[in-house]
């Protein structure tokens, strides 16, 4: 696997809002937001609102648990400017841990 191009990891419990697709997102020149986290990654009703902000401001989004994570971000293409989004450091923790 390649080393995926991930711009910023960032700790948020809100996930993904306003701040993160206008500032952040625009800010670090991110194209792809990836949501790690294990509830989200099975809530459909949460995807779609955290998907109406990726919509609004021009980015892709993708909702993985930390397994999926760890085991498919070394397939993403190389075009693609990753900005992961963890809701707590434990989830940053167990993605060092993974390897990432």
């Known amino acids: 696997m390649s080393s995926p191009n991930i ?3 960032r700790i948020d ?4 809002h306003g701040q ?3 500032t952040w997102t625009s ?6 937001l990836v949501v790690v986290d294990d509830v989200v990654a099975n809530d459909d009703i949460q995807q779609k609102l955290m998907g109406i902000t990726a ?12 397994e999926k994570t760890i085991n498919v971000i070394g ?3 190389p075009h693609q400017k990753i900005f992961l989004i963890c809701r707590t450091p434990q989830t940053v923790r167990k993605l ?5």
Request: net charge positive; no cysteine.
């Open 13 to 16: 419990n809100r996930l993904v």
């Open 20 to 22: 993160v697709g206008v």
């Open 55 to 66: 919509e609004t401001y021009g980015f892709g989004i993708r909702f993985f648990t930390v």
């Open 7 to 9: 711009l910023l990891t």
């Open 96 to 100: 060092v841990e993974g390897g990432i």
């Open 75 to 77: 397939k993403a293409a």
């Open 27 to 32: 800010t670090i020149g991110a194209n792809l």
